[in-house]
C-alpha cells in the first residue's frame, strides 16, 4: 500500500546522511537488533544507532568500515535499554533487502540531495 503523498516542506525536514560504520554488534538476547556506532564527522564522535538488520548480516564485522545511508534527524529511541541516534536507510525485505550506499567514498556525513 502507498503511503499518503507529502509536500516538499515535509520532506525537507528529512535529513540523510552517508555515515561510515566503525563498529558493529549483536545486541545480547535479541535476534534482530545490531548496535552500530557510525562515524558522521561529528566533532562529538561517533553515533550509536540500534538497527533490527541482525537477519541480513551474518557477520557484523562485515559492516565496519562501510559507508550507508542513514535518516539523522529523528528523535533519539531507546530500544532495548540502548539509545539510538539515527536509522539505518535501507530498502527491500527478506531476498530484496539492500543496504543503500554511495557508489564511490565520500567524507563521513555527506548529505544525500
Same mark, same amino acid.
Given at each position: 500500500m502507498d503511503k499518503p503523498r507529502i509536500s516538499i516542506e515535509e520532506f525537507s525536514k528529512i535529513e540523510v546522511k552517508v555515515g561510515t560504520v566503525r563498529f558493529a554488534e549483536r545486541v545480547p538476547e535479541t535476534d534482530k537488533l545490531l548496535r552500530l556506532m557510525i562515524d558522521f564527522g561529528e566533532e562529538v564522535g561517533p553515533r550509536q544507532i540500534v538497527s533490527g538488520i541482525a537477519a541480513y548480516v551474518s557477520d557484523p564485522q562485515s559492516l565496519v568500515g562501510r559507508q550507508l545511508a542513514f535518516v539523522t534527524n529523528l528523535e533519539p529511541r531507546t530500544i532495548r535499554g540502548l539509545e539510538s541516534n539515527g536509522m539505518l536507510f535501507a530498502?527491500? +525485505? &527478506? &531476498?530484496? /533487502? +539492500? /543496504?543503500?550506499t554511495p557508489d564511490r567514498d565520500v567524507p563521513p556525513g555527506t548529505s544525500a540531495h
Open positions: 530498502v527491500g +525485505a &527478506d &531476498d530484496t /533487502f +539492500a /543496504f543503500l
